[in-house]
């Protein structure tokens, strides 16, 4: 599916996925959650560095894993995206979000 998609895929919560859809190695929202841990905790808001890399982003894939990151899902819809049916996915652990189109574009 990822590579279907082309150049803009992240995958943050498994960066490989990305990597052998189309090369691009992106950043783990769980090392960069950790590296900005407040008082032992993650923060509360997604780091700047994971907003970035979701602001360059068309789609996005997610995973329902083992580590429950709601600040990550909330951060996908506060920052334009929607989540977009794929037959392939139903009953799995993978979503896919795809930006918002505005007039036709992304």
């Not at 279907?4 to 783990?28: C, E, K, M, W």
């Not at 990550?72 to 794929?86: C, I, K, M, S, T």
Request: charged content about 15%; proline content about 8%; glycine content about 8%.
């Amino acid at each position: 599916m990822a590579r279907q998609l082309g150049p803009g895929v992240v995958s943050p919560q498994d960066t490989t996925i990305a990597f052998r859809a189309n090369g691009y190695i992106g950043r783990s929202v769980f090392l960069e959650l950790d590296g900005h841990s407040e008082n032992g905790d993650w923060p509360l808001v997604l780091p700047e560095s994971i907003k970035q890399e979701l602001a360059g982003a068309h789609h996005v894939i997610e995973i329902q894993c083992y580590v429950p990151t709601p600040v990550f899902h909330d951060a996908l819809q506060n920052q334009g995206f929607e989540r977009a049916p794929v037959p392939a996915f139903e009953n799995s652990v993978y979503t896919l979000w795809a930006r918002k189109l505005n007039n036709g574009v992304p």
